[in-house]
């Protein structure tokens, strides 16, 4: 099964796969570094880690082009345009992995949860 929005695929998870995506914790890779982080918060903490020395960060949030290597900049950006973003609104490149229910640990996402890039 393919899925072209987060929502439908949060659906599909939420009913059957027993996960609740608000506990579950899905692996975010970094757009400039490609390091991973757990969940949208810390995945926003370490990109405004790289507006302090001064790096170029994109807006993580699809249909967002905002772009700053100013740390006070990208996070007033995020507090105006972004205040109650969560998973679904995340540029689906960007979730690369989901926990698994065996060991609750991340994994690739398995060929039910693969997410069409169009």
């Known amino acids: 099964m393919t899925f072209t929005r987060i929502s439908s695929l949060k659906a599909h998870i939420t009913k059957n796969h027993d996960i609740r995506i608000g506990i ?3 692996t975010l890779k970094c757009s400039v570094c490609s390091d991973l982080t757990s969940g949208v918060p810390h995945m926003l903490k370490h990109l405004r880690g790289h507006t302090v020395v001064k790096e170029l960060v994109r ?3 699809q249909e967002c ?3 700053s ?3 006070s900049t990208f ?4 507090s105006k ?5 969560g998973l679904e609104d995340v540029q689906m490149e960007l979730v690369v992995g989901w ?4 060991c609750d640990q991340h994994t690739e996402s398995p060929d039910c949860l693969k ?3 169009q």
Request: aromatic fraction near 8%.
């Open 24 to 26: 579950a914790t899905v």
């Open 59 to 61: 807006c993580p949030f």
């Open 65 to 67: 082009n905002f772009q």
């Open 69 to 71: 290597n100013v740390a």
């Open 75 to 78: 996070s007033a950006h995020l």
């Open 81 to 85: 345009k972004h205040r109650n973003a």
């Open 99 to 102: 926990p698994s229910q065996e």
């Open 115 to 117: 997410l069409s890039k």
